[in-house]
């Protein structure tokens, strides 16, 4: 992750495309479990799709990037193996997380599968090396406590969902640990050549657990699995990682619980799962969360 300490600042300061960029890419992220349920190859297949369609065109941006970019560091072997690192646990959070989708209800499992925001605020905080203060302490809570209502009106835990949840919750802790070398690897070269080697990296772990799962890989309806590509690895990986520069793990854990609220609109108008005021009332404090995550972070 890129080192976000009082000797090593954030790398610039963010700016509106920035935040802008950050929330794009949850909104688009927050699509995948419906497409996923969409495509007629197996929940693992899809994710192998998910990475390897996009491969030729993330290439050609992570070039006409390096072109552009003076200076951008040359990859070492050290930076190949974070982009290995993160795409290994890009792919078992990927595989684990389809895996719950087809075994839980969307809600759950796009809730459980950004579990790892936790993990993310509280590495933030100790990479810091102090305890939240302030408008960090709001933010926080307005995220927990708008999490905890969507999760009390929206989820009905079961035994019948528990081994879906299982999955999610450890695809979350999986995505932590993605986007932690990710991170890293963003503040020295450009995340085009970051999400390539990513992408380089897990499509071939994701096609052989698809294969000794035995689940059918090739596809006979193309569309879910070209949509979730676009939409999911190029536009909401592409603007996620393009955001980790310039913002701290606390207000990047912050971003990843709006996925939640936006997955519930998408249950809502595709599945006609009703929102209560609650369940409003859960997204707003999400939102106030990021507001406050934002103006804090400025502050500093």
Avoid at 139 to 148: D, K, Q, R, V
Avoid at 233 to 238: E, M
Avoid at 245 to 258: D, E, M, P, Y
Wanted: with cysteine; charged share 10%.
């Amino acid at each position: 992750m890129a080192k976000t300490t009082a000797h090593a600042p954030i790398v610039a300061a963010p700016g509106a495309w920035h935040f802008a960029a950050l929330l794009g890419g949850n909104v688009a992220l927050a699509f995948g479990p419906w497409l996923v349920r969409l495509a007629d190859t197996g929940p693992v297949s899809a994710g192998f799709w998910r990475l390897f369609l996009p491969i030729p065109l993330i290439g050609f941006f992570a070039w006409v990037q390096h072109r552009r970019e003076a200076g951008t560091a040359t990859i070492d072997r050290g930076l190949a193996a974070l982009c290995v690192v993160a795409g290994i646990f890009f792919a078992l959070d990927l595989a684990s997380w389809h895996i719950g989708i087809e075994r839980t209800r969307l809600g759950n499992a796009t809730l459980f599968g950004n579990s790892g925001s936790v993990i993310l605020m509280a590495w933030g905080l100790v990479a810091l090396g102090r305890r939240p203060r302030g408008r960090e302490v709001l933010g926080i809570a307005a995220a927990l406590a708008g999490a905890a209502i969507l999760v009390g009106r929206s989820l009905e835990i079961s035994t019948a969902t528990a081994l879906g949840d299982l999955f999610c919750l450890f695809a979350g802790l999986c995505y932590a640990f993605y986007l932690l070398p990710a991170q890293r690897a963003r503040a020295r070269i450009g995340q085009w050549s970051v999400l390539l080697m990513v992408c380089l990296a897990a499509a071939p772990v994701l096609l052989g657990i698809a294969w000794q799962l035995g689940e059918p890989i090739w596809p006979t309806d193309w569309r879910p699995v070209i949509v979730l590509a676009v939409t999911s690895q190029v536009i909401g990986q592409g603007l996620l990682v393009f955001s980790l520069r310039h913002f701290s793990a606390l207000v990047i854990g912050l971003a990843l619980l709006t996925q939640p609220a936006i997955a519930a609109t998408v249950g809502w108008l595709a599945f006609g799962e009703t929102l209560s005021p609650m369940d409003f009332f859960g997204m707003m404090l999400v939102g106030a969360a990021l507001v406050l995550a934002k103006t804090a972070e400025r502050g500093r």
